[in-house]
């Protein structure tokens, strides 16, 4: 996948119109830069095609990305801010190219400030970042979305006290971005035990997985979102995530979402020859 090149901050005629609320995303984003190697393919090719389905589930181009990374934690929410980050690496041991891509999305200084006025308002701490570069768990997902990078992108960090009910409570905050053209996205995995991916993991990956497709596609919206919750209750909860961070993005795409239905867009019993993952998009009427 070559580098790419964004087309700026460029807003679209009609996103504002009736109708226009965007659906949100969360996803899982693979192992680390695996669109630029291709021995990774393989494992891959179910969720790079539902990747690529994205634009066309959309009934209109979005003014910009919001996305939040599992790879990206701050003690208070802090959102990039520059007209065109650089690059984070924040992976190790894949071959030389994969430190020299190029991701070339604008950021967009509007949309961070008006992240952090919707914030504010909900009375969270937030501040914003001018030197953060895009990581991994952004660009390797959108290269798949949008490979021209002709969307803005920016990112929101998470919250470094990883608390469930505190990311679900700032999706709720951001929840009028959707009506503002802004796609939001979630960027993580539904499973993220890097020492047990194998035989040993099939089980409780299974398990977990099966309890999140219950919750998020058979519960009550309320129902949903105690049980998102107080997820570590979960079968296979600790096992399939043994720190949280991968599965907090998922949080903030309910909370901005809470009242609409979920329809899972990707799903694989056997990533890596061992995982089951799944990715969600939210929207009404789903």
């Known amino acids: 996948m070559e580098e790419c090149e964004g087309l700026g901050n460029q807003a679209v005629p009609g996103l504002m119109e009736a109708g226009a609320r965007m659906p949100v995303y969360f996803l899982c984003h693979g192992a680390g830069p695996w669109p630029w190697v291709p021995e990774m393919h393989d494992w891959h090719a179910l969720m790079a095609e539902g990747l690529r389905n994205i634009p066309l589930q959309l009934a209109r181009r979005p003014r910009a990305v919001l996305l939040l990374s599992a790879h990206w934690e701050e ?38 400030g008006r992240v952090q006025q919707l914030l504010a308002q909900a009375g969270e701490d937030v501040r914003a970042d001018k030197q953060r570069g895009y990581d991994h768990g952004m660009f390797v997902p959108m290269a798949v979305i949008y490979p021209q990078a002709d969307v803005p992108v920016l990112q929101l960090s998470l919250r470094s006290n990883l608390n469930a009910a505190q990311h ?22 539904s499973y993220h035990n890097m020492r047990s991916f194998g035989p040993v993991g099939r089980a409780p990956s299974k398990l977990f997985d099966d309890w999140l497709a219950e919750t998020l596609m058979q519960m009550t919206p309320a129902a949903r979102s105690q049980r998102l919750a107080a997820w570590e209750r979960a079968p296979g909860a600790r096992v399939a995530h043994p720190r949280e961070e991968h599965l907090l993005p998922l949080m903030v795409v309910v909370g901005t979402a809470e009242q609409d239905q979920a329809r899972r867009i990707y799903f694989e019993e056997a990533f890596m020859g061992s995982a089951t993952l799944s990715s969600y998009c939210l929207e009404a009427g789903a």
Do not use: C, K, N, W
């Open 168 to 189: 679900l409570a700032v999706g709720r905050a951001l929840a009028p971005l959707r009506d503002e053209g802004v796609l939001i996205i979630g960027s993580g995995s």
């Open 75 to 112: 003690p208070v929410f802090t959102v990039q801010s520059a007209a065109h980050p650089g690059m984070l690496y924040d992976y190790s041991g894949f071959p030389p190219h994969t430190y020299d891509l190029h991701y070339r999305a604008s950021g967009s200084p509007e949309l961070a």
